[in-house]
């Protein structure tokens, strides 16, 4: 009998004050909401970033060379263990008419894969695959024309490409923001995919790097990073020398084509002098035979003065033509001048040719990665730091509130304890209040922080990206988190207050 009047008077309490147990409820759920939220949000991006990393196959590394790679850095490259190397070609140019900066890729053979999202990859010269985000721009079977900037050496065979799909590169994860260029305003605009055989030079610009030991583990993690660095000092070491001993092959090469077509333009001003040499003396001939020739006609018969005259005119037809000869030849000469001349200020300004290193956030285009990796670290710092602030509130409101429950249950107190109640039995009442309002915030709070809030915030930072949104996925740990903290906020300022206000006697707690 004595238990089922305590138990209605518990169940009453919830039902008398449920503003009351409401407001405790909300606090709890506030806190475990934004706790949770916050936490979960950057696992939750990386484990979607990490799935989509192995399924294109990004590259770990990639090194690019200012004059490309030789034949001797793609050796040095295959032969790096526990790695897979792929070489291609990359290009900067600009849309003609519109000033718009484009970046052309080779299509990679497996790593740092291309995703297609309509249409296909270009399978000919004549084609092209464009960024899926200027869809809205270009359809398939469209034209698009490129141009180089004037002046400059041709780098692709062709300049008019026929659309045959749109597509998402695994290595530029941002839409908007894709870095710098080296045509149209300098800024980035785009990007698209054309067949190997379109670029004109046999070097490829980069190579892509993935090491065996760092497919298990989790991109974003301290652990990948630090083995990350160690490989990227290994290869900057590799290829530290390699700039200046091609630099002196360089050098040498070129030094080598001057000397050869001086001697040939020597060779070729001789032969142009001996000509000129010749024609005068030919020109000197003809001239006294024209003479002769004008003072015995007269004398001559006939027919022999008219075969006279044929022969002085095949003579100055044969003149003639080796006058044009040494011209052309003068022209051509004039033309090797200038070449040697380009080729000695080449020479003249030839540098130390540079090699780089890059990891997926510094690399050209890795603007959004970056910006991804270090937004998900921000949400996941505001997530030690936010919830801890709303679970000190909810604590102080818990304990404000606590106060006058107990306040106003001064006297069913005290009649409990007048029936023989103990004062642990009186102290539990407000635990279990605390305890049921603060689990059942927790548990609202967690369902909404794992499958809501966390994917407003990761939604809004992978907006324009690639990667597309996270995926959702439960948590235990930080659950049990939440529900320890709501024990702390609303179990025990419950317990404290009634522990402190609850240990007088039935007699003072009957009184007003």
Not at 229 to 248: C, I, P, S, T
Request: charged letters at 25%; a positive charge.
């Amino acid at each position: 009998m004595k238990r089922k009047i305590y138990w209605k008077d518990l169940f009453g309490s919830f039902t008398h004050s449920i503003g009351r147990f409401l407001s405790i409820l909300t606090l709890m759920l506030l806190g475990s909401l934004a706790l949770i939220g916050l936490k979960v949000t950057t696992p939750n991006m990386h484990r979607t970033a990490n799935q989509f990393i192995q399924q294109q196959k990004m590259l770990d590394l990639a090194v690019m060379g200012d004059l490309g790679l030789e034949q001797g850095d793609q050796e040095e490259l295959l032969g790096l263990k526990g790695a897979r190397v792929e070489f291609g070609s990359l290009l900067d140019l600009t849309v003609k008419g519109t000033g718009k900066a484009i970046r052309l890729f080779s299509p990679p053979k497996s790593l740092s894969s291309f995703r297609v999202t309509k249409g296909r990859l270009p399978k000919k010269e004549g084609e092209l695959a464009l960024a899926s985000f200027w869809e809205d721009r270009y359809r398939l079977g469209d034209t698009l024309t490129l141009e180089e900037k004037v002046g400059t050496r041709s780098s692709i065979k062709q300049k008019q490409f026929t659309i045959v799909g749109f597509v998402q590169s695994s290595e530029m994860w941002s839409q908007k923001n894709l870095g710098t260029a080296m045509s149209g305003s300098g800024n980035l605009d785009a990007y698209a995919l054309v067949s190997k055989e379109v670029f004109t030079s046999k070097l490829p610009v980069m190579a892509r790097i993935q090491f065996d030991d760092l497919r298990s583990l989790e991109s974003f993690s301290q652990a990948y990073q630090k083995r990350l660095e160690d490989h990227q000092e290994e290869l900057e070491k590799l290829l530290k020398d390699n700039g200046k001993a091609r630099y002196q092959r360089l050098k040498k090469e070129a030094d080598g084509q001057i000397q050869k077509g001086q001697k040939e333009l020597s060779r070729a001003k001789e032969t142009l002098q001996s000509a000129k040499n010749q024609i005068d003396q030919a020109q000197k001939q003809l001239d006294l035979q024209e003479t002769q020739l004008s003072k015995l006609a007269p004398f001559l018969p006939a027919k022999e003065r008219v075969a006279s005259q044929e022969k002085i005119h095949q003579a100055k037809e044969q003149l003639d033509q080796k006058k044009k000869d040494w011209t052309e030849g003068e022209t051509e000469l004039a033309k090797k001048e200038e070449e040697l001349k380009k080729a000695q200020t080449e020479r003249d300004q030839l540098e130390i040719p540079t090699y780089h290193v890059y990891d997926r956030k510094t690399m050209p285009g890795g603007q959004g990665y970056l910006m991804y990796s270090n937004a998900s670290s921000s949400i996941s710092a505001v997530g030690n730091i936010f919830p801890v602030v709303l679970y000190l509130v909810a604590a102080m409101v818990t304990f404000t509130t606590m106060t006058r429950f107990v306040d106003e249950e001064r006297t069913n107190a005290g009649i409990f304890k007048a029936l023989g109640y103990r004062t642990k039995d009186i102290i539990l009442k407000f635990v279990l209040y605390g305890f049921f309002a603060g689990t059942i915030g927790t548990l609202l709070g967690s369902l909404l922080g794992h499958y809501f809030l966390s994917g407003i915030i990761s939604n809004i930072i992978t907006q324009g990206m690639v990667i597309g949104e996270s995926r959702e996925y439960f948590y235990r740990d930080i659950t049990l988190i939440a529900l320890g903290l709501s024990f702390v906020a609303s179990v025990l300022p419950a317990y404290w207050v009634a522990r402190k206000e609850l240990k007088e006697e039935a007699n003072l707690l009957l009184l007003p």
